[in-house]
Nanobody, 115 residues
Framework: VQLVQSGPELRNPGASVKVSCKASGYSFSKYYIDWVRQVPGQGLEWMGRIDPEDGRTKVSEKFQGRVSFTRDTSANTAYVELLYLSSDDTAIYYC?????????WGQGTPVNVSS
């Protein structure tokens, strides 16, 4: 199992960012993809998940109305898009896939929001 994420992003406040997570080594549609972030100095924060098979999503209440999860099954890739960025969104964003005894993780995508 391998999850490879897109590269670092720098955004101005008020902008949006879209991060990708390309999966390989397994059947993409068979496992949820979760998105988690880590703000500097804080713990992991769950943002939500997508079921690649049918595109259904579950979104953390904190991000309702500001985040969307999509996928492209032809490219085995999941995406998270976060709107209306503020400096509070500066974090490393991770995709993760559940395993029987844990998780497989992407390498993380740093997103820096600064004017």
């Amino acid at each position: 199992v391998q999850l490879v994420q897109s590269g670092p992003e720098l955004r101005n406040p008020g902008a949006s960012v879209k991060v990708s997570c390309k999966a390989s080594g397994y059947s993409f549609s068979k496992y949820y993809i979760d998105w988690v972030r880590q703000v500097p100095g804080q713990g992991l924060e769950w943002m939500g998940r997508i079921d690649p098979e049918d595109g259904r999503t579950k979104v953390s209440e904190k991000f309702q109305g500001r985040v969307s999860f999509t996928r492209d099954t032809s490219a085995n890739t999941a995406y998270v898009e976060l709107l209306y960025l503020s400096s509070d969104d500066t974090a490393i964003y991770y995709c993760a896939r559940p395993e029987s005894l844990g998780w497989s993780w992407g390498q993380g995508t740093p997103v820096n929001v600064s004017s």
